[in-house]
């Protein structure tokens, strides 16, 4: 629920010795519950923690990904074979996001719908696995995450556009309008798993979340990419299409308006006072 806005009280105009004081004074910031919508949108001490746990476990992925020895010691700490750390690149990275879940390091374990404290839109991060040990997409291989409703019905939590498509998944233009081709590569795809969840989100108006994925040359971890979390998008239509002889599924995602990207009690505005 989106709360209203009452604007502030206006000051009345100050004395001549209250002036006179006043002079040279700095402005002080005032946090504030409430100003109009073009003030500055600050977040919550609560938010600003979680976002630490959150730099926290990447920081220990990275650490993990970057350097050898750790990643020995935590797998022998788990008793997993040492070996495996040996492998580069996407292998790598599944198998640092794996060792920091067995230890215990991923945040956000429960898959949630919606946004969740400690991310912002914009935020970017150069590994799969990194968005699976904070929880913004769990599912490892496949570009559409879903969990089970209360109705026994799946919904879709978020998408990831993984490029393993020839036409793409998601329109590499910036563009509050996107068309998102579904789950099935090189054969027909069908209307179940994560497909079946996404156009439940029709029905039961749920939003999804959205990574998409660039090319970065400027990439220590030469990954090469850059997952950037592009916000919550509704599903708003479904259909199935023909493309190189396959039936695919296509879905229509439009982003949410800006009140709507965040929790409102995660949010708090601020405003300046002489």
Same mark, same amino acid.
């Not at 206006?10 to 073009?38: C, H, I, P, T």
């Not at 898959?111 to 990194?130: A, N, S, V």
């Not at 798993?193 to 959205?210: E, F, M, S």
């Given at each position: 629920?989106?709360?209203?806005?009452?604007?502030?009280?206006?000051?009345?105009?100050?004395?001549?010795?209250?002036?006179?004081?006043?002079?040279?004074?700095?402005?002080?910031?005032?946090?504030?519950?409430?100003?109009? #919508?073009? #003030? %500055?949108? +600050?977040? +919550?001490? #609560?938010?600003?923690?979680?976002?630490?746990?959150?730099?926290?476990?990447?920081?220990?992925?990275?650490?993990?990904?970057?350097?050898?020895?750790?990643?020995?010691?935590?797998?022998?700490?788990?008793?997993?074979?040492?070996?495996?750390?040996?492998?580069?690149?996407?292998?790598?990275d599944g198998r640092v996001a794996n060792i920091l879940k067995v230890s215990g390091k991923w945040v956000n374990t429960i898959k949630q719908i919606g946004c969740f404290p400690g991310i912002k839109i914009g935020d970017e991060y150069h590994w799969r696995g %990194?968005?699976?040990?904070?929880?913004?997409?769990?599912?490892?291989?496949?570009?559409?995450?879903?969990?089970?409703?209360? %109705?026994?019905?799946?919904?879709?939590?978020?998408?990831?556009?993984?490029?393993?498509?020839?036409?793409?998944?998601?329109?590499?233009?910036?563009?509050?309008?996107?068309?998102? +081709?579904?789950?099935? %590569?090189?054969?027909?795809?069908?209307?179940?798993?994560?497909?079946?969840?996404?156009?439940?989100?029709?029905?039961? @108006?749920?939003?999804?979340?959205?990574?998409?994925?660039?090319?970065s040359d400027n990439n220590a971890n030469a990954s090469r990419y850059k997952f950037v979390y592009e916000g919550l998008y509704r599903v708003?239509?479904?259909?199935? #299409?023909?493309?190189?002889?396959?039936?695919?599924?296509?879905?229509?995602?439009?982003?949410?308006?800006?009140?709507?990207?965040?929790?409102?009690?995660?949010?708090? @505005?601020?405003?300046?006072?002489?």
């Amino acid at each position: 629920m989106v709360p209203s806005h009452r604007k502030p009280v206006k000051e009345r105009a100050l004395s001549k010795s209250n002036q006179a004081r006043s002079v040279g004074k700095k402005k002080q910031l005032v946090k504030a519950f409430y100003a109009s #919508e073009d #003030e %500055e949108t +600050t977040f +919550t001490s #609560e938010w600003n923690d979680c976002h630490r746990n959150i730099t926290d476990a990447l920081r220990c992925y990275k650490k993990l990904w970057k350097d050898k020895r750790p990643r020995d010691k935590f797998s022998n700490q788990h008793k997993m074979s040492p070996k495996q750390g040996r492998c580069r690149g996407l292998a790598l990275d599944g198998r640092v996001a794996n060792i920091l879940k067995v230890s215990g390091k991923w945040v956000n374990t429960i898959k949630q719908i919606g946004c969740f404290p400690g991310i912002k839109i914009g935020d970017e991060y150069h590994w799969r696995g %990194e968005l699976c040990v904070f929880g913004l997409h769990y599912n490892f291989q496949r570009g559409i995450d879903y969990i089970s409703s209360v %109705e026994g019905e799946t919904l879709a939590t978020s998408i990831v556009d993984s490029c393993r498509y020839d036409r793409g998944i998601i329109s590499r233009v910036p563009c509050p309008n996107l068309i998102y +081709t579904g789950e099935g %590569e090189n054969r027909d795809q069908m209307l179940e798993g994560g497909n079946l969840a996404l156009k439940n989100n029709i029905h039961y @108006k749920k939003p999804v979340r959205v990574i998409r994925k660039y090319n970065s040359d400027n990439n220590a971890n030469a990954s090469r990419y850059k997952f950037v979390y592009e916000g919550l998008y509704r599903v708003t239509r479904f259909d199935k #299409e023909i493309e190189s002889g396959f039936s695919v599924c296509k879905f229509q995602l439009d982003m949410l308006e800006d009140h709507q990207q965040y929790d409102s009690k995660w949010k708090q @505005k601020r405003i300046w006072r002489h």
